[in-house]
């Protein structure tokens, strides 16, 4: 059964980016054998099944395709590190929240304690790569954990590039694929290696060679230059809400300058997900480890900005409904940080309607990917919002399982992920079961906004101009 690969691949960690990861270098490549371990049976027996852990386009048809072939999960992680000839580390570097750099740091716990397990039971030489985002120099600790280990790892930096709602699109064909190393025979052999496997779908102009410490820093420069973009952007919303410009017009007559480009330059509540806050306060934190304070202030300021913005949102939000909403149903459109998949790591929608809870307001929340389990474990865990701090939690958010329900006697509604099914909503039948005067906060700038208001909503959207009734 062996001698029908070539290279056997185990990817240590089971989550967002080692499962769809892997599933696409299984269908591309099969005769590489690749088997996905986690410590979590839970996890594991997700992939296994007909219900996948995550919600991404095409992936569950991707994974049945090969699962059993030459994809397989197992809890198996000594076993899967054994049989490897390249191992990858695909786990959780959250920001920590004690100690040392506390807020800002990423706790590279994980990766330490996948490097100490790889070097208490390989039984030969390994290639090891880096695919969780890591602080710049954390291959130097790996080496430093491996070296206690009599056989020889070569360690590698393959940071992932992937959207969320698009990662198997990223995936089958990426924009590029990066590949730092040492610059040493072994090292240069290693890259070669892993390269050889992207190669099987990959053009070879996409796929970049770089030294280890390159590799690791542009991952979050990466991600630091996106978030900038969004943050500059609705930066000038709250400009645009004060001077009657429209921040759309503006969006688009600036990103037709080609050295601008128009991408990342929709307006919004604010930017969520798991990456852009996290990966910010690590640049963050290295630039002010490294001495270099106006440096790190500058990148901060893309997180402060992001911050301000999901403020601005609800405060304008209980100014517009005559300045109180204690006791007022307002229907949640959407928790998931954007629209395709469930995923609800640092979502705006968490911060916006932590804010209307301290205000008393009583929101129902409808998303169709998102559960009430995964909506209270992403309040407890970024907020420390729970039953205990919030013994009325139950009462004053409330999962309603159709937008119907949502809406039905709702005083607003807050637009917070994007999702398609809300732009095609019948807004003239959702208005009349709505309280009066009913409103609409449109934190995508997704909604027809003058339809709403000849149909008698009042409407607030993001960096738009003031509309004065006759």
Known sequence: MS???????????????????????AAKCPRVKVTVVDISTKQIGAWNSDELPIYEPGLDELVKSVRG????????????????????????????????????????????LCARKIAEVAKGDKIVVEKSTVPVRTAESIKIVLASSQYNFQ??????????????????????????????????????????????????ERIITTNLWSSELSKLVANAFLAQRVSSINSITALCEQTDADVDEIARAIGSDHR?????????????????????LNLVYI?????????????????????YQKRRFASKMVARMLNTVTGKKIAIFGFAFKKDTGDTRETASAFVVRDLLE???????????????????????????????????????????????????????????????????????????????????????????????????EVYAIGKPSVSKA
Not at 440 to 452: Q, T
């Open 3 to 25: 001698e029908q690969f070539d290279i056997k691949i185990c990817c240590m960690g089971a989550g967002y980016v080692g499962g769809p990861t892997m599933a696409v270098i």
């Open 69 to 112: 072939k030459n994809l397989f999960f197992s809890t198996d992680v000594e076993g899967g590190i054994i049989e490897a000839d390249i191992i990858f580390v695909s786990v959780n570097t959250p920001t920590k929240t004690t100690g040392i750099g506390a807020g800002r740091a990423a706790n590279i716990k994980n990766c330490e």
């Open 287 to 307: 630039c002010e480890s490294f001495g270099l304070p106006e440096v790190a202030e500058y990148w901060h300021q893309v997180v402060k900005m992001n911050d």
């Open 155 to 204: 360690v590698l930096s393959n940071p992932e590039f992937l959207a969320e709602g698009t990662a198997v699109s990223d995936l089958l064909f990426p924009s590029r694929v990066l590949i730092g190393g040492e610059q040493t025979p072994a090292g240069l052999a290693a890259i070669a290696k892993l390269v050889s496997v992207y190669a099987q779908w990959v053009p070879n």
């Open 359 to 457: 205000e008393r307001a009583i929101c129902h929340v409808y998303d169709p990917k998102v559960t009430r389990e995964t909506m209270l474990e992403e309040f407890h865990y970024t907020l420390n919002i729970n039953h205990k701090t919030n013994p009325d939690l139950d009462s004053l958010v409330i999962t309603s399982p159709s937008v119907l329900e949502s809406v039905t006697g709702a005083h607003a509604i807050a637009v917070l992920t994007e999702w398609d099914e809300f732009v095609t909503l019948d807004y003239e039948e959702i208005f009349k079961v709505m309280s009066k005067p009913a409103f609409i906060f449109d934190g995508r700038n997704i909604l027809p906004h003058a339809k709403l208001r000849q149909i008698g909503f």
């Open 260 to 280: 601008i480009g128009n991408k990342f330059l929709k307006a919004s509540v604010g930017f969520g997900g798991s990456c852009f806050q996290k990966d910010i």
